[in-house]
C-alpha cells in the first residue's frame, strides 16, 4: 500500500483523568484498509472506562490512514439499494424525533461530517421542506459532491476550520460517527456547541464499548474500533459527561443498530488468520447476507439487554 517506514504517532490520555492509570485491553491493526502495518494499542482508563488509542497516528498520519477509497467519502455511490431501503427506513425515524424536538420547521440544521450528502439527502427527503441544510466535511471531494447536490457546504477539518460566520445559526447539528476520530473530542464538541442557538439540538451517534461484539471482540478485533481511526471509544456514561461538561442537557441516550460492527469484527478476524484472510472479502458493510444476520442480532441484543455498541445521544443547548 506504499505505507511509509515509521508512521508518526503521539501520546494519548483519558479525556477526563488525564493521570488514572490505564490498562491495556487490545491491540491490533488497520484490518479494514492496510494502510499501515503497524499495531495499536487500546487503553481503557480505570476510572471513567473511556476507551482510547496510545500512541495514536500523528496529525501527519492522516493522509495515510484516510486513503481516497474511504467509505465515508462516498457512501452514496457504493450503498446498495436494498441496504438504501432499511436505512431510509431507520433515518426516516430519527427525522420524526428531530422534528419534534427542534420544533421549527424553518430551522438551520448542520451534518458535521457529511461525506458526500447523503444523511443530508435523507433529511431534504424527509424532514421538513423549510430546513436549511448545510454540512462541514474534510474529504474535498465529498464535500464537493455534496455541494453539487444543493447543500452549503464549509470543506475543511472541524477541529481547525473557522467557522464564526456560522455561530449560532443552527436549530439543530448531526454528529454521526465523527466524534470518535477526533484528536480532541472536547474541543470539537466545544466547536460545535457554538454553532448552535441556545436551545439548539445535538444528536451525537458513536461506537458504544458496552455491547455484545465489543465485549466479545474487545482484544483487538472489534469493528468499532476500527484501528487506527477510531481515537476515542465513549460508552453512555462518558459521552453524556462530555456533553454535560460542555453546557448540553442531555435528552435521552439510547442504544441503535450497529450490524456493520458485528460484520467488520468477523471481517478483522478473518483478515488477520493467515488460513481464513480469503474469507474476509465476503464480510462487509454491503454484504446483506451478513448485514441482515448481525441486524437481527442486534435486535435481540437490544431487546433483551436494552444495549447495543452503537448508540444515540441527544442533547440541548442550554
Ligand atoms: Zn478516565
Redesign the pocket.
Known amino acids: 500500500m506504499g505505507s511509509p517506514a515509521t508512521l508518526p504517532v503521539e501520546d494519548a490520555a483519558?479525556?477526563?483523568?488525564p493521570t488514572?492509570p490505564w490498562a491495556e485491553i487490545g491491540r491490533g491493526r488497520d484490518y479494514e484498509y492496510d494502510t499501515v502495518p503497524d499495531l495499536f494499542t487500546l487503553r481503557r482508563?480505570t476510572?471513567?472506562?473511556?476507551v482510547f488509542v496510545a500512541p495514536r497516528p500523528g496529525p501527519a498520519a492522516m493522509r495515510v490512514i484516510y486513503p481516497s477509497n474511504y467509505y465515508a467519502y462516498r457512501e452514496e455511490e457504493i450503498e446498495r439499494p436494498l441496504l438504501k431501503f432499511f436505512r431510509d427506513r431507520i433515518e426516516g425515524s430519527k427525522v420524526r424525533r428531530y422534528r419534534r424536538l427542534v420544533a421549527d420547521d424553518t430551522a438551520a440544521v448542520v451534518d458535521v461530517g457529511c461525506g458526500d450528502g447523503r444523511l443530508l439527502d435523507i433529511l431534504r427527503r424527509l424532514g421538513p421542506s423549510g430546513w436549511r441544510l448545510a454540512g462541514i466535511e474534510v474529504a474535498e471531494a465529498a464535500a464537493r459532491r455534496a455541494a453539487e447536490r444543493g447543500f452549503e457546504v464549509r470543506t475543511g477539518d472541524l477541529e481547525t476550520l473557522d467557522l464564526a460566520r456560522w455561530n449560532g445559526r443552527f436549530g439543530l447539528a448531526l454528529v454521526h460517527q465523527v466524534i470518535e476520530h477526533t484528536r480532541d473530542p472536547r474541543d470539537a464538541v466545544r466547536r460545535i456547541a457554538c454553532l448552535l442557538r441556545p436551545g439548539g439540538v445535538l444528536s451525537v451517534e458513536t461506537p458504544d464499548t458496552r455491547g455484545w461484539d465489543a465485549r466479545i471482540f474487545r482484544r483487538g478485533y472489534w469493528g468499532g474500533y476500527h484501528i487506527p481511526r477510531h481515537f476515542y471509544l465513549f460508552d453512555a456514561s462518558t459521552l453524556s459527561r462530555l456533553l454535560v461538561e460542555q453546557g448540553f442537557e442531555v435528552v435521552s441516550v439510547r442504544s441503535i443498530l450497529s450490524p456493520a460492527f458485528w460484520v467488520y469484527s468477523v471481517h478483522n478476524a478473518l483478515a488477520d488468520s493467515p488460513r481464513l484472510r480469503r474469507l474476509a472479502r465476503w464480510f462487509h458493510a454491503q454484504s446483506p447476507l451478513p448485514m441482515a444476520v448481525a441486524a437481527v442480532i442486534d435486535v435481540v441484543q437490544i431487546a433483551t439487554c436494552r444495549q447495543s455498541t452503537n448508540l444515540q445521544l441527544l442533547a440541548r443547548k442550554r
Do not use: D, E, P, Q
Not at 14 to 17: P, Y
Not at 47 to 50: A, D, E, M, R, S
Open positions: 483519558c479525556l477526563f483523568c488514572a482508563c476510572g471513567c472506562g473511556l
